[in-house]
């Protein structure tokens, strides 16, 4: 079994899952990701999206491949390219950490450390970039599943710290340092916490 993990590019973008591929959650402004879902082409967004920020910043995801078979990805960048992170309480991101977007697993690919190949492979590239750390917002209340949220019980079980408390929706930091030296103890509960968000979990609407 061959494993290899890819830069998500322009040519690759329509290897993610097809309603990953069609979702601007994260992408848009909530305004206008309601404007782009009415109008039919979330997709030609998500699309202009990546074309920016890999132009102006650089990579902004990975997809880890089995066989030749998109297997799971994950989404990051500075919080100014990530227009809905100001509409949570608890923004914003802190200007020295980049946001942790989003990150999903096919079910039928967990389990088999490929969620530690994600995030291992975020940490040495954002590491390699000068970046100090990664933030996200979690949610305390994940099992009624938000949008493309991580549960934060789970981001604390993995390391990161809360620097924003908030009752549904608080934002967590990890130090890249500490990324990077993890224990495989650590490594195994995220790989648990990425197999677990299936898209008809991870997408509904906040």
Known sequence: MSRRLANVTLD?????PRRCRRCVFWELDPMNGNRAVEAGDPGLEKEAWVSSTLLE????GKIVYVDGVAAGFVLY???????RSVAFPTSPVSADAVLLMT???IPEFSGGGLG????QGVAKDLTRRGVRAIE???DLKWEQPGACLMPADYL???GFKTVRPHLRFPRLRLELKTAVS???DVEVALERLLGSMSPERALRPV
Not at 12 to 16: E, G, M, P, R
Not at 57 to 60: L, R
Not at 116 to 119: D, N, S
């Open 116 to 119: 530690r190949m994600l995030v």
């Open 57 to 60: 910043w650089g990579s902004c």
């Open 136 to 138: 996200a917002f979690g």
């Open 103 to 105: 990150a999903h697993i």
């Open 77 to 83: 960048a500075p919080p100014h390219y990530v227009p």
């Open 156 to 158: 604390l079980s993995v």
């Open 182 to 184: 993890w224990r495989e």
């Open 12 to 16: 690759n973008l329509d290897d993610l």
